[in-house]
């Protein structure tokens, strides 16, 4: 049965011209011959690509798949274990020793209890785009900076270091850069986090990073959760909200409907989520012989699982091409599945729902200043979705 598999080639591949959300058209096709597909990585290793909505979610949730680093075989080298305390590319147990710790401090409760600091967030970054206006780049004026804040505050950032630190992670994440130049950047990062651990242990401070130097997490351990914690906090979130209005303004029926019903902000998120799945992709390795979707994944063979296409999935999802605010999105793999299912999903939720709304209400008249084909997106090599700049405008 694995002789007539889809084969997908020639990824990272572009968006469909006109089609700034949608997946690559490789990864729709391949998702339209079945749910798994042969893939050789860009290092010539074999492996798989699934598409498929079930199947993706399975193997998240399939212990018999491997997240660490050290056990991707993508190239033809040995990829070294990951860095202390990034837990994302780690297994049980090392991963619940880093990712415990932190389960308490980002519960829906706690982040529900931040939300008159995102208003106020929110309100300042609007009242500077309205004193600056009528116009603005929505990414700089609005998506960075809110989400920014927020988790520098969360972790004790000091204020005056936002600029640069965001600075770093929008160069090492962003897909548009050279390898020295990322490096450079990743080094500068870890060498600032090497520098914040220190100075919370010895003058702690009312942030999460200060609560966990009192436990056993070595310093190198909390430069590597500080690390995931702050690149995934600032970077996610912030594409959600650039890319979110922009396709909420090139769906004016949905916008229109959101104006007229704040109370659909909720599902509005989650369809947006949904329908944009940022996070496009993540692998795993197999660790033993596994069947999936009809064929056998060897042990050693590492899968891409494409979220972004499993969340377009028509099985799961009727008209899955259509942003529909009013759609039951329960479910969808924006934040992931299983074990590794995103840390911050609520506080970036919280985050959207008051943005997004706060936003469509001081400026009834937003809308794009530039044609939708002259919005920049940011290159398929960079590992979350989104736009270089928006440049929106209002009527004054």
Known sequence: MSESVHTVTDLPAERPAGCPFDPPAQLTEARAHGPISRYTHPGGKPGWIVTGYEQ???????????????????????????PPGEFLLMDEPQHSRYRKPLVGKFTARRMRLLTERVEQVVADCLDAMEAAGPSADLVTAFAKPIPTIIICEILGVPYEDRDSFQQQIDTFMGGATSDEELIAAYTATQEYLARLVAAKRANPTDDVLSELTDSDLTDEELKGISLILLAAGFDTTANMLSLGTFALLRNPDQLDALRADPTLVDSA???LLRYLTVAKSFMRTALEDVEIGGVVVEAGTTVVLSYHTADRDPERYADPHTLDLGRDAGGHLAFGHGIHLCLGAQLARVEMRVAFAALLARFPTLRLAVPAEEVALRPEAADIHGVKSLPVTWDA
């Open 56 to 82: 993706v979610r399975a193997v998240l949730a399939d212990p018999r798949f491997s997240s660490r680093k050290d056990l991707m075989n993508v190239v033809d080298f040995e990829l070294p274990p990951a």
């Open 269 to 271: 998120v989650e369809e």
